[in-house]
């Protein structure tokens, strides 16, 4: 959930034109493809798979009211991540994936599946694959695995290791996988301690499933490789059905012994963080402190106390970052107030809140700067703070 860059920085870079030569030379040479791993060329998991687990094409309620149908459409859809598809509805198609690719090879450097039969890297919709998942390298080779694999994300996004990586496996076991089944994780290198526990959270949870590191500059061939995607027509929209959010957030409850609670009241705080700073903080921050608010900032040694505060709130403001990810531990009715610069708005946690039974809201500041720092008007917030529930 970086700033948003335009076409001309995109384009007018030197990892841009390398790539481009190395798709002009190294992509096109057999040889050379496999020597260094460079698959530019992507192919869908439809086309791909082996064995199709589910398919589900549907009409899903977006449960938004009119505000917020308009809210997303005209606001954040110029800055959610490949939005298409969806105007305004009252439903939006989706389609849930889940296969098998069989033979395939992981790709650490780039985190994503090769499928050797097709020549192609698997990805929705993209015929050819740009240098996030195509890059030139020579790799070690691991020893094969057998039975069933999944090659997580490579991320350090707290957001993403949660609602697209351990989200969707947790899906996947309680809804699919064979009783008894071994299930490979195969772990990319991550800062995140969060993502690194929760797979070991399911090695413990899950009979049969283990966890293994894959290096960035290693590749392994595998003899089934499992695919999991959920396609909205909006990359911000995630799997976030209840029910796996709900096994998740209990497994991280248990392990660090987070108590039942309620009633706390969080204003939470991104810091001195670069990007999305709110430059009057703490003028916003003496206005929430007047209605119980308690400042709170996430970072990475205090997880446990994240998981206990949000699964305690009654109401959270946020400006919105991926450590707003936390709403995962929230109970159904928590009171959510997202905080945008007006030139950078998303419906990330709209769709979320609306999938976990959140009472959701937001407010709209200032244009942001390049970082998207931006100031809120103190009596925006001051009249939302007012139209709050007490606290149970």
């Known amino acids: 959930m970086a700033r948003v860059k335009s076409g001309f920085r995109k384009r007018f870079n030197i990892r841009y034109w390398r790539w481009l030569a190395a798709r002009a030379t190294i992509g096109r040479i057999s040889l050379l493809r496999r020597r260094f791993s460079f698959y530019p060329r992507g192919v869908d998991p439809e086309i791909a798979a082996t064995l199709v687990i589910e398919d589900r094409k549907a009409e899903m309620a977006t449960s938004f009211t009119p505000e917020e149908c308009a809210f997303v459409r005209d606001r954040c859809w110029p800055y959610d991540t490949l939005a298409r598809e969806w105007r305004g509805g009252v439903t939006v198609p989706v389609q849930e994936l889940a296969l098998t690719i069989s033979p395939a090879e992981l790709l650490g450097h780039v985190s994503r599946v090769f499928a050797p039969d097709r020549e192609g890297v698997v990805i929705r919709d993209v015929e050819w694959v740009n240098w996030n998942f195509a890059r030139a390298k020579r790799l070690r080779v691991l020893p094969a695995l057998a039975g069933r694999c999944h090659l997580l994300a ?35 290198p991550s800062r995140l301690e969060s993502l690194n526990l929760g797979c070991a959270l399911l090695e413990q949870a899950y009979p049969g499933v283990r966890v293994i590191a894959m290096p960035d500059d290693a590749k392994v061939a595998v003899e089934e490789a499992l695919w999991l995607s959920f396609d909205a027509g909006n990359a911000e929209w995630s799997f976030a059905d ?8 209990d497994l991280f409850r248990a392990h660090y012994g987070v108590p039942a609670g309620r009633g706390r009241r969080i204003f939470f705080s991104r810091g001195n963080s670069k990007i999305r700073r709110l430059l009057n903080e703490d003028a916003l921050w003496d206005i929430a402190r007047g209605h119980g608010f308690e400042r709170f900032e996430a970072k990475g040694d205090n997880h446990a106390e994240q998981v206990r505060l949000f699964s305690q709130a009654d ?61 809120l008007n103190e009596n925006l917030l001051r009249d939302k703070l007012q139209s709050l529930p007490p606290s149970s």
């Open 154 to 188: 490579r991320t350090d996004n707290y957001y993403h290791a949660l609602f697209e990586d351990l989200v969707p496996v947790v899906n996947y076991l309680e809804r699919f996988h064979p009783k008894g089944m071994p299930l490979t994780l195969l772990l990319p």
């Open 242 to 249: 209840a029910a796996p959010v709900q096994r998740l957030a």
């Open 315 to 375: 109401a959270v403001i946020g400006v919105h970052g991926a450590g707003l990810g936390n709403l995962a531990f929230c109970r159904p009715g928590t009171q959510v107030i997202e905080l945008f610069p007006a030139n950078f708005t998303k419906s990330t946690y709209l769709w979320l809140s609306r999938r976990l039974g959140l009472d959701y809201g937001w407010l709209i500041g200032e244009p942001g700067d390049y970082d998207q720092a931006f100031a």
